[in-house]
């Protein structure tokens, strides 16, 4: 299948990314329509040619006409929603998602699913600590990274529409790693900053703290406005995932705090150098 | 004393942060001149006309000169220059600083100071991964806090002088506190940071992290390119005050990891609440 401009699309979920994604389709004339249960997000999508149909109900003509289905929801609405509505897919039907954590989901949506459909997992690493489809804007994808994430069961071809999606969407860069390795990486890169922003966001009482703080701070604790959620939902669902990692922050923290009592200043400048030296590698410039 | 026109500024050290003092204020149309043990960093001051005056050499002149001297260098390259250079100034020169940490070096260089010259600590809280005066802007300061460090032994008119550095150059609001209380903030504010920052990147050995993350790791560890030989002695400086604070992140990061064993999603969701209320507080917007 080539994703074109006769490709029924069908969103489910219209929140900050659902709302994304529908952007930079509709945006490039792709045909895009998308089922949310808030009335209010419907009115502005339609208001805003975001979508070209839409509704609040579990639409049947909508659903069985759909070649994509991208899932936008919460990770357990999502699991209920394939179980209770599938009987709806049309048949070669392909199915995506944005979830953010794999291990727990795609076998199990995989193993429920109906035979003549195919689910693909991806996951856009991109997001806002701003909520809903009000501030849904398609840009935030052109610097971020796009994962698919397919499991043995996953045929060739449904890969390549989960990549031609990252394609359109226009994501800096598309790669591909199995559910284990996607949720080990996710759990560092994404939920364990997630939970070091927290921590310091809560660990210290001081008021006025706004009066005194630099960029650093800033640019440490942005993502300390949260969706709980959300959040909590995905930080469960990866559990062992991320406290292993954060284990290895813990005792990394801890060697740095050691060589500080013992005023190792030549450890300290070692692991600086280490970090600089890393960190040269992300700057996008 | 009013800083105008003709008042001497005299800057010791053209890094990134006194570099960009002096664009600052020479935009401005003040009388800048600066000392920097750096060939190329002079030349590269007066073509630019970053500075009207400039030498590599402890010039008599210049510094007898001087009303208002500003130290832009390592904190003990700054003691070292005052107890040998302290001879050159002008009475009533009012001498002032940036230096990161406050505790163990103000009261020390108020002890060995001249009698008649006065210096009062300033902390401007901004920076740059990037050094030297090539990339120094003036606007750093714009969005950043300035904070006043004065002890009893200061007078309320040198307080004042310190305060117009900061309105001239436009820092977006100017505090004062004391040196514990600055040394405690900056514990948590910048050194802590600065320490998760270098741990995060530190922690994890995994290859190609750069075609996974996303904005959020970036974020994170933006200030992981460290100038190890400033940033060692200021953690070294204000050793105390940073294990203390690393302390406090420590044991809300343990709490945060017994609520994921536990699977508390209460708990969990409690701490994200409160870290987006806090962290409300601190947008700009």
Request: charged share 30%.
């Given at each position: 299948m080539t994703i074109d401009k006769n490709t029924n699309i069908l969103i489910i979920g219209l929140g900050i990314i659902g709302g994304s994604y529908a952007k930079g389709f509709s945006k490039q004339g792709y045909n895009i329509s998308a089922i949310d249960k808030d009335e209010a997000t419907i009115k502005y999508a339609l208001k805003n040619e975001i979508v070209s149909k839409a509704t609040t109900e579990v639409d049947a003509k909508l659903i069985g006409q759909a070649d994509l289905i991208i899932f936008a929801l919460y990770p357990h609405i999502f699991k209920e929603w394939i179980k209770e509505n599938q009987k709806l897919f049309k048949t070669g039907a392909i199915i995506t998602d944005v979830t953010g954590v794999k291990g727990c989901i795609v076998e199990d949506v995989q193993y429920i699913l109906r035979e003549d459909c195919e689910y693909i997992a991806a996951h856009p690493m991109a997001g806002s600590e701003k909520l809903g489809i009000?501030?849904?804007?398609?840009?935030?994808?052109?610097q971020a990274n796009y994962i698919v994430v397919p499991t043995e069961k996953n045929t060739p071809e449904a890969i390549d529409v989960c990549k031609q999606v990252g394609k359109i969407l226009g994501f800096a860069r598309i790669s591909q790693l199995s559910p284990y390795e996607h949720d080990e990486m996710i759990g560092f890169v994404s939920q364990l900053t997630h939970c070091i922003a927290m921590t310091l966001m809560t660990c210290n009482d001081t008021e006025d703290l706004q009066d005194y703080t630099g960029d650093s701070f800033r640019d440490l604790t942005r993502?300390?406005?949260?969706?709980e959620t959300m959040w909590s939902e995905l930080f469960l669902l990866n559990k062992d995932a991320l406290l292993h990692q954060m284990k290895l922050f813990t005792m990394e923290f801890a060697k740095l705090e050691r060589m500080l009592m013992e005023a190792d200043k030549n450890g300290i400048k070692e692991m600086m150098r280490h970090s600089t030296a890393r960190r040269k590698l992300f700057d996008k410039e």
């Open positions: 009000y501030y849904a804007n398609e840009e935030i994808f052109h993502i300390a406005r949260i969706d």
